[in-house]
């Protein structure tokens, strides 16, 4: 999806080899509709799996879009598509589930610890 391409560069010319997964990554408040539509189109395809997302804009800061990352897991799950978040951390960004400082000594197993992009992921992971 990169540089105005789209799914059909991977899709027409698959690699020819077994056991072959291929990756996409969005983060909701940057990648709309045009990239949603060509993972569904894609994962009609091949087999996929989301390996990073955020909910926020692609730079991993700024304010989040639930409602456009509730709109990927929908149809993730309705593809049977598995997802990872991204990012596991405690750093300054909107996208860190941890709130900073968390990570040296946690403690991890509370969510009184997690942004609001974390709250929202652990949510959709319980």
């Known amino acids: ?7 059909s560069e991977v899709v027409d010319d698959p690699v020819d080899a077994s056991n072959i997964m291929y990756t996409f990554h969005f983060y909701a408040a940057s990648h709309r ?15 996929m799996f989301v390996t990073e997302f955020g909910t926020q804009e692609y730079t991993g800061d700024g304010p ?3 409602a456009m990352a509730q709109r990927y897991l929908d149809l993730l799950a309705s593809k ?3 997802w990872t978040n991204w990012n596991f951390s405690d750093d300054f960004r909107t996208g860190a589930v941890f709130e900073e400082g968390t990570c040296p ?11 609001p992009a974390g709250e929202w992921v652990r949510d959709r992971i319980r």
């Open 1 to 7: 999806m990169s540089d105005g391409a789209d799914e």
């Open 64 to 66: 989040n879009d639930f």
């Open 105 to 115: 000594n946690g403690p991890f197993t509370t969510p009184a610890r997690l942004k």
């Open 80 to 82: 049977q598509i598995s």
């Open 33 to 47: 509709d045009e990239y949603l539509n060509a993972l569904s189109r894609a994962a009609d395809r091949i087999p």
